[in-house]
């Protein structure tokens, strides 16, 4: 089985603490492992020896599987598994985890395990004779001749995919061609996903009698979960892609690339893929830095990865762009990639400075091994998938559940009487609702439009936003302004449906109605309320604050000490403030106010 053993240790102290028998998958006894099956790649035979004579000396029952055999066949490449098996004395098979070859019935990796008997040779410790003992095996158990010229292709892409500036170039281009990709596509899945659990909201009002049960199941329970799962689509699809594009070997050279352009900021190229992983989500994210092998560098990752501007952010810049270039899409698309740019400049500004003090030291020289070109798996990036998105709805769908719960009751109570006005439309419907069905219909619309912005502003939520208004007044931020704020920290696209309920008593934003009004709310003093200045300060605030407190408890978990989690929350905020306020204030000053 695969287990997840959650220590803060680079994988190959991980690997010989296992070995050893020190640590043991949580559940299971402490003791050294039954069997190791070590797999090595059938192209690159010489290199993997050196890591079987390492496993050999535990003197622990081995097997040796050769993988990728179809694609050494292909390049010319043979190995002679019998007399490998006899000079290292252990089980040799042959194997393809692609095609299957060898590796269930019998002479397979599983029969092998399951008889699977300590070796009977020992290759030396030193390095140097280590690697000496690989080179000969090789040379004694290598069949035929890689066909001349093999490798051409090869190292032509290799000279392209690695140039300092073609790399670049090719890497942006994967890059835009990639994302397009996952929000074109995403976008059905999620639309699916939004009517499945609008209908069971729908539904369980409708079976259940009125009352808190009711609201906290179809409001609370069905709305947390549904806010949560609404995003897998893009999250499993970025993961798919991502799977894809490291089976083709390609991944490995755009880190290779991405280690110069981080190197600087106190990263390394094995932040890459953590980092890349974080536009769907900071969760996912944040937990694949493990991968990272130096632990400054991993630490740096961790801290930045929120900056990177995840799917929950997206429903909120296409608010706010929408409201700034409502008839001008092309400076609204602009705009949107701007926020792009700005969480990644701030994430690799952050990381630059926290290098520099609070995790000083020198970086680890990336040392990475360029696998060969192949055509990429579908099974094995739909497995790959698979795994994440079944942790993300374990690590993160549990605490935003919990969140969006709470944030239902701050929300809902206490209970409020509605506004006279409310009550008068209802009674001038019920009156007309014989003669002039339309009218009564639209009078009756209105009076719950106006009933749930009354409630929504006297509820607990609304009564901390006028609390924490002054905070938030530099910003250009109002008490309802404040209550999206507030709420948004148990999700950052919770803040779309607030502005919405506060402002037209309706969550459903995909109403041109609804937007219009959102266009056009005012202040308590007249005012408009969102103003290009305080549209463009929410902007800059969004892209930078953290406000997303499952992210914050993945962090003090995988950095191993809550004090960090602590240190992100901070350094984010201070610095969507200070950033906001000097943007509303210097348009303010502009007049853009």
Known sequence: GVYSIELEMAEAALCRAVLAGEIAPRGEVVAPPDAICVVIDATDLGRGLVL??????????????????????????????????????CAVVVCSARTGEGVVGAGGVRAALADASIPNRTPPGDARALERWADEVFAAVALGDEREGADTLTDRLDKAFTHPVLGVLIFAGVMTGLFYVLFKIATYPMDLIDGVFSRLSDGARSVMPEGVLADLLAGGVIGGVGATVIFLPQICLLFFLISLLEDTGYLARAAFVMDRVLRPFGLSGHSFVPLLSSHACALPGIMSARAVPDRRDRLATILVAPFMTCSARIPVYVLLTSILFHDRPVLGAVAFTGCYALGIGAALVSSMIARRTIIRGKSRPMALELPGYKVPSITTAFLATLDRGVVFLKKAGTNILAISIVLWWLSSYPLVAPPPEATALREQAAAIATSDQVSAEAMSTEADRLEASHATARSFAGRLGRVIEPALRPLGFDWQLSIGVVTSFAAREVFVSTMSVIVTGSDDTEDAGVMERLTLAKRADGSPLFTPAVCWSLLVYYVLAMQCIPTLAVTARESGSVRWALLQLAWMCSVAYVAAMLVYQVLRALGRA
């Open 52 to 89: 079987v004579g390492e496993v050999l000396r535990r003197r622990l029952p081995t097997v040796v599987a050769i993988n990728m055999v179809d694609v050494a066949r292909r390049r010319g490449v043979h190995a002679d598994e019998k007399k490998l098996a006899d000079i290292l004395g």
